[in-house]
């Protein structure tokens, strides 16, 4: 979708432009941590670098078996071979920690704006990364029987250590089957996003202070970017599902691009946080007359929200 060409502004106009900006800056986000019941997860958040949110502790409106049915689809789609859920024969990939990881599913079904657009995950992602955030990837995993461990890593790609204390990325994963040990659960070193840096190689190797995600289907993981986070080998039956959605601030370049990809009814089915989360109201990349004052105000308006 491209956009018209846009306004120019004087230096005093957009100066305005951007103290109005100001005042019109969304509430802090631990009101909505507090209305939602999530000051825990929060605190784990500090603490651990990572949260598990379980499906008693919020509604997921149906979401995850929806979510789980759309997966299934697009891989068919894509492969042409329908995914063998139960025995999980289809994907038994022992050479590909990551199973099958399908990019861009926000485009093959609508109930995937639904769930970046869950206010449950939004406020913790808020939280981590402000206001202005960006929908970096979302992303379809599924792993069969056989499929082996993925080392520690963190998820700040490209970016040189040291890390700042603060999030840049963020992660919230939406698990869609069980997660256990034998199913190749992830894992996380508890407390490492303060060491601000990748680990090294003998830290990859040292297993011994991963802590497995133990949790239902409908399970929501949220975690800092920082976080050394892996995965187990898949050692059941069957196929481990998950719907990963990547955040960033507004600064960092997207894993994906949906300004000239997204429909005009996904767009007119949205509200404009939709339309915030898809860059496309980002005043980068600037057009042939320069940046556009108002959408830079606007995202310095949240800038240190």
């Given at each position: ?194 060491f601000c840096r990748r680990p090294v ?85 600037f057009n042939l007359s320069g940046y556009d ?13």
């Amino acid at each position: 979708m491209r956009t018209k060409n846009r306004q120019s502004f004087d230096h005093d106009t957009a100066n305005a432009v951007f103290d109005t900006a100001l005042q019109s800056v969304h509430p802090h986000p631990f009101t909505k941590i507090r209305q939602l019941g999530l000051e825990s997860k929060v605190a784990e958040l500090v603490t651990d670098g990572y949260t598990v949110v379980r499906p008693h502790e919020f509604n997921d409106r149906g979401l995850t078996e929806r979510i789980r049915g759309a997966l299934l689809r697009a891989s068919e789609r894509r492969n042409g071979v329908e995914p063998d859920f139960e025995g999980g024969t289809t994907h038994s990939m022992t050479n590909q920690s990551t199973g099958e990881q399908m990019f861009y599913v926000l485009l093959e079904d609508p109930v995937f704006e639904e769930a970046i657009m869950h206010e449950v995950p939004l406020t913790l992602i808020t939280y981590l990364l402000g206001e202005n955030i960006l929908l970096s990837s979302l992303s379809g995993m599924l792993r069969g029987p056989g499929s082996p461990a993925l080392d520690l890593h963190t998820d700040m790609l490209l970016a040189p250590s040291q890390y700042p204390a603060y999030a840049q990325v963020a992660n919230a994963t939406w698990t869609l089957t069980n997660y256990s040990v034998e199913d190749g659960s992830t894992c996380f070193w508890p407390g490492s996003h303060k060491f601000c840096r990748r680990p090294v190689s003998s830290e990859v190797a040292d297993t011994s202070k991963l802590v497995p995600v133990v949790a239902p289907p409908g399970s929501l993981i949220i975690w800092h970017g920082n976080t050394w986070h892996g995965s187990l080998a898949r050692k059941n039956a069957g196929l481990r599902m998950q719907l990963i959605a990547v955040y960033c601030r507004s600064y960092f370049f997207p894993h994906e691009s949906y300004r000239e990809k997204i429909s005009p009814e996904a767009l007119a089915r949205n509200d404009p946080k939709f339309h915030d989360l898809l860059g496309l109201n980002h005043p980068f990349p600037f057009n042939l007359s320069g940046y556009d004052p108002v959408l830079l105000s606007r995202g310095n308006a949240y800038r240190d929200v």
